[in-house]
């Protein structure tokens, strides 16, 4: 009798599973195809192949790409190679990336660079924040910009109990940032149950050298994030729910929220426009289960008015992973926009 109890509760747990698992493909549009939208002045940037995950411009024209990410259950081309932060210069007529070198003690063996921020300060010092994963863990690593060297100095290496499986990083101030945590468990396998449980256990945390703390919750997988030009409201990309969260920035650093959708992964803002740009995943379980016959496609969306109640939302570019495979941000500078994926190439294109 007990063991015809247990297999009865066996199958009535599988089938749970399996309604959740399809649930979960619903969710994230498995068996969506992509449409072409494919701009025609677009060329891939031949020194970048091994992903270029975030992408940050400065005012000047300047673009920041971390490169060479190890990211659990994802593909990786250069899986004995330490990740590199490289630079473009989109003023110029044909821009090449340029890897740059670091000095100042950096352990440079274990960069696994994921999400990076831009902070200028006051006296117009560049810093970069990166988000690294030594080890699969995770810390910010604080970089100051030598724009005559076209180098990097690292500063400082922050760790907290709060900083675990952080994505993205957006600095508001000095030692002062929001990062998103997209995972609750770090095992890849407890991770993708987690995801197809629903469980939004992620969350999004404020840093100061006074005070860290979490200041919204309640997320399936809390990604990429940004912030308005004013810095009155912070943008936050839900990746598994397929929302872009629009959220309200208090005095005291907390956060309330709004929302949107699409599958998206890093979000940035057009400074001329104000619009979210965001690289998408149409199909992540192509991504997940990654097969070079039938890869992952990309898309990057254009999010315009995205405080009125109807957001109007148009596609950017969009490709079946032909050309580009798994976006994960984009990023616009004077009608140049620059694409990059998580493991794959990176595509750059004037508008």
Known sequence: MGKLVALVLLGVGLSLVGEMFLAFRERVNASREVEPVEPENCHLIEELESGSEDIDILPSGLAFISSGLKYPGMPNFAPDEPGKIFLMDLNEQNPRAQALEISGGFDKELFNPHGISIFIDKDNTVYLYVVNHPHMKSTVEIFKFEEQQRSLVYLKTIKHELLKSVNDIVVLGPEQFYATRDHYFTNSLLSFFEMILDLRWTYVLFYSPREVKVVAKGFCSANGITVSADQKYVYVADVA???????????????????????????????????????????????????????????????????SEKPRVSTVYANNGSVLQGTSVASVYHGKILIGTVFHKTLYCEL
């Not at 940035?268 to 016959?293: F, Q, R, S, W």
Request: glycine share 6%; proline share 9%; net charge negative.
């Open 241 to 307: 729910a397929k929302n872009i969260h629009i959220m309200e920035k208090h005095d005291n650093w907390d956060l309330t929220q709004l929302k949107l959708g699409t599958l998206v992964d890093n979000l940035t803002v057009d400074p001329a426009t104000g619009d979210i740009l965001a690289g998408c995943h149409p199909n992540p379980m192509k991504l997940l289960n990654y097969n070079p016959e039938d890869p992952p496609g990309s898309e990057v969306l254009r999010i315009q008015n995205v405080l």
